[in-house]
């Protein structure tokens, strides 16, 4: 990865922040994308001179589109795209207000079709690469109160899977990867106490954890060192889609 550009959306906490700062200590030069800069200056600080942050909300088409323009002028190019950024809502769907609906679909889906889309010129400027989009287990499996979420997973697994096909003849790889509960990502900020206390018995009578990743949960550095593993395979090989979770519950 020595001198690979590798860009990173939801960089500034959780799995993003730790798949970034496992590329920049394999010597790849790496961009950040998140929306607060407070903690985009926290990581570019612990990375170093490897960094790039670009303070940029994934959600919005124009903004994306001026951080790869920043990009390009930056390096005329791009390696990989890592599609970490996630939002996600406790509610019954009828339940769930305007704003709950957009900040999920919009993060979870728009965003990384606005990233994609940005991104593959300059992919294609380096004479190929790699696009990876981060899922979930909800999309093998139906957890109550978590529809909207589920839904736009499996969105983004539909749209993973037709850009597999769309450029792999360009020699860019997208690979899906699934992901079991992680207990340090960021995404638990989408939630108050009270969604919590109210869902987890729910969750407990449904059985959905002990269905899929049991109640242990992976670290954010555990899933970036997988993502590294699967990014630097050799050139010939790919991997459409990567499940982790934890060996045992």
């Not at 749209?159 to 597999?164: D, K, R, S, V």
Request: hydrophobic share 45%; proline share 3%; charged share 20%.
């Amino acid at each position: 990865m020595d001198g690979k550009v590798v860009v990173v959306s939801g960089a500034s906490m959780g799995v993003g922040r730790a798949t970034a700062e496992r590329f920049a200590q394999a010597g790849a030069k790496v961009v950040l994308l998140a929306r607060r800069k407070v903690l985009l200056d926290e990581i570019t600080e612990a990375i170093g001179a490897n960094a790039l942050p670009i303070v940029t909300d994934v959600t919005c088409s124009a903004q994306v589109v001026a951080a790869f323009e920043q990009i390009a002028a930056e390096f005329g190019r791009v390696d990989v795209l890592i599609n970490s950024a996630g939002a996600s809502r406790i509610r019954l769907i009828e339940e769930a207000s305007d704003e709950d609906i957009a900040i999920t679909v919009n993060t979870n889906l728009l965003a990384p079709i606005y990233t994609t889309r940005a991104a593959i010129p300059l992919i294609r400027a380096a004479g190929g690469g790699d696009i990876m989009n981060l899922s979930s287990e909800i999309t093998l499996d139906h957890l109550p109160m978590m529809t909207l979420y589920a839904a736009t997973k499996r969105g983004l697994n539909g749209f993973t899977e037709a850009m597999t096909r769309e450029l792999r003849h360009e020699s860019i790889r997208v690979a899906l990867v699934i992901l079991g509960a992680v207990g340090d990502t960021g995404i638990h900020e989408n939630f108050g106490a009270e969604d919590m206390d109210r869902a987890m018995p729910v969750w407990e009578a449904d059985g959905y954890l002990s269905r899929m990743s049991g109640t242990q949960l992976l670290t954010s550095a555990t899933v970036a060192d997988v993502l590294y593993d699967v990014l630097t395979r050799p050139r010939q090989l790919m991997m459409d889609v990567v499940h982790i979770r934890p060996s045992s519950s």
